[in-house]
């Protein structure tokens, strides 16, 4: 899902003093969440969520989740999935190839109860699930959480911000994102509320692009910067946020991860695609910044940037395929003490 060609600069962190104030949650003893994790019966899979438990565990968290208001970028990419999400298994088959390395890194195993936020329609969940994992999806668009839900109708998918998790305190062994921690506008205080929701050493993995080695980017890339028109759009993070390991481990300590425990691997693979034209398609039908580019170019340029990529989609012909290299930073690391523990974690909230 490759970048678009208006300027998405990173937003200022969560300790910004013009950052949004989280607001009172009632508590709940780390104890009692370690003991019997939201949405799930003590040492089992999670139940299912119906519309009385859901309005439970709201006030379990002290309010309602719903999407930052004012919070532009955020809207913007709510809206975005939410047009995208019927066509998005259709096309983003790029993400599956990562899922395996991010479920190893996280550490999921049989009886892990897991937090895959940003889930979108259930593929990280549905691998878990093959280890004996206990999943819980979040995802921010209504129609991703659907899509979960009617692809794996026995696991726990809910609608949330990842911004304002709608989980008690410790309630994870392990916490996911595949390439969406480039997907929230504030990176900082998503990570800061993974943290939260881990118990003390409760691992997280996340994923984000690389700009080399990456195909399916440079291709993108250069067809808008050849014929693109310029389009604004809000502020939001990179689509390479935290692929800098100095950026990444002052990112991860200041939320109270464990940096000693820190891995940045590169991860590779072959997207292989059916035709020349696939990758156009999906980034017009199933995205969501580079979607906005295209859909604002007049009709010669839309054709013209169609032209280019597929011409360099078809340097990569396999057979009757396309073989795209792709390329992503796997990062994880470790909570370093109890979530919601101290002052610092109100602090940086």
């Known amino acids: 899902m490759g970048p678009a060609r208006f300027a998405l600069t990173r937003t200022p962190c969560a300790a910004d003093a013009e950052a949004p104030q989280r607001t009172d949650r009632t508590k709940v003893s780390a104890v009692n969440a370690a003991a019997r994790p939201f949405g799930s019966t003590a040492g089992g899979p999670p139940t299912a969520l119906n519309d009385d438990n859901w309005d439970i565990s709201e006030r379990v968290c002290g309010r309602t989740v719903r999407p930052m208001s004012g919070d532009a970028f955020a809207e913007f990419e709510r809206a975005g999935w939410e047009r995208a999400a019927a066509r998005y298994e259709e096309y983003w088959t790029d993400t599956v190839l990562f899922v395996e390395p991010l479920l190893d890194a996280a ?28 999943p819980v999806g979040v995802d921010v668009a209504t129609a991703m959480v659907e899509r979960a839900r009617m692809r794996c109708p026995d696991f726990t998918f809910v609608v949330g911000d990842a911004l304002r998790l709608p989980f008690p ?27 939260r929701v881990l118990v003390q050493s409760g691992r997280l993995a996340f994923t984000t692009w ?35 390991r100095d950026e990444c481990r002052r990112a991860l300590a200041g939320c109270g991860f464990d940096t000693g425990s820190l891995r940045m691997d590169t991860v590779t693979a072959l997207w292989r695609v059916p035709s020349a034209d696939f990758l156009f398609q999906a980034q017009l039908n199933a995205g969501v910044r580079t979607a906005a580019v295209l859909r604002a170019q007049p009709p010669d340029r839309l054709e013209a940037i169609r032209a280019v990529m597929a011409n360099a989609v078809r340097g990569y012909a396999d057979g009757e395929e396309f073989a795209l290299p792709i390329a992503a930073r796997l990062i994880s690391s470790r909570a370093s003490r109890p979530a919601g523990d101290g002052q610092a974690d109100r602090e940086r909230q």
């Open 169 to 195: 305190d410790t309630s994870f062994d392990a916490v996911t994102m595949n390439f969406g921690i480039l997907h929230v506008s504030q990176p900082e205080l998503a990570l800061a509320e993974v943290h």
């Open 107 to 134: 550490g999921v195993r049989a009886g892990s109860r897991l937090l895959d936020v940003a889930c979108g329609p259930g593929f990280v969940s549905e691998a878990a699930a093959a280890r004996g994992a206990h």
């Open 210 to 244: 690389l700009a080399q080695g990456n195909a399916e980017d440079e291709i993108t890339e250069a067809a808008l910067a050849a014929h693109a028109l310029a389009v604004e759009g809000p502020e939001g993070p990179s689509y390479h946020v935290f692929s800098d």
